[in-house]
């Protein structure tokens, strides 16, 4: 009787064993899991990113570039350390309201998007333009 409820206690000790062994490979499976999910939900946000600047490029160069006087500037981006990360000229004759309300937003995404990933940067502050000139066709800063 003695061995028998001595292999009743190994028993009980290896599935306990087993069970905490599961346990540990369920968990750090799961944490795996969490990790990639940051990785491929921060890489997803890059590139929503880069594709809202490529909508506003696209708008940006909508208009072929004939007389200077009718285009501007405006600063787009946020840096992690702040300020825009440079300077966009855009045609006068767009929908301004809506293309400045666009470049806002991805400024507002981009720095939610540093401050949500600790992103760095090299806190350098981009020169200002001073005017914009028609070189081909295509806007141009002048700084």
Same mark, same amino acid.
């Given at each position: 009787?003695?061995? !028998?409820?001595?292999?009743?206690?190994?028993?009980?000790?290896?599935?306990?064993?087993?069970?905490?062994?599961?346990?540990?490979?369920?968990?750090? !499976?799961?944490?795996? *899991?969490?990790?990639?999910?940051?990785?491929?939900?921060?890489?997803?946000?890059?590139?929503?990113?880069?594709?809202?600047?490529?909508?506003?490029?696209?708008?940006?160069?909508?208009?072929?570039?004939?007389?200077?006087?009718?285009?501007?500037?405006?600063?787009? @981006?946020?840096?992690? *350390?702040? @300020?825009?990360? @440079?300077?966009?000229?855009?045609?006068?004759?767009?929908?301004?309201?809506?293309?400045?309300?666009?470049?806002?937003?991805?400024?507002?995404?981009?720095?939610? !998007?540093?401050?949500?990933?600790?992103?760095?940067?090299?806190?350098?502050?981009?020169?200002?333009?001073?005017?914009?000139? *028609?070189?081909? @066709?295509?806007?141009?800063?002048? !700084?």
């Amino acid at each position: 009787m003695h061995a !028998f409820v001595q292999k009743i206690n190994i028993n009980r000790l290896m599935k306990s064993k087993i069970i905490l062994f599961l346990m540990v490979g369920c968990l750090a !499976f799961i944490a795996a *899991c969490d990790t990639d999910d940051d990785s491929s939900s921060q890489e997803q946000e890059r590139l929503n990113l880069e594709e809202m600047l490529s909508e506003i490029n696209e708008i940006a160069e909508s208009v072929p570039c004939e007389n200077p006087y009718d285009w501007t500037f405006t600063a787009i @981006g946020s840096k992690a *350390c702040g @300020g825009p990360i @440079g300077y966009l000229a855009y045609s006068l004759n767009i929908d301004t309201v809506s293309f400045l309300n666009t470049v806002e937003a991805y400024s507002i995404a981009l720095d939610d !998007f540093n401050k949500k990933w600790n992103i760095v940067s090299d806190c350098s502050v981009p020169p200002i333009p001073i005017d914009v000139a *028609c070189e081909n @066709g295509k806007a141009v800063l002048v !700084f």
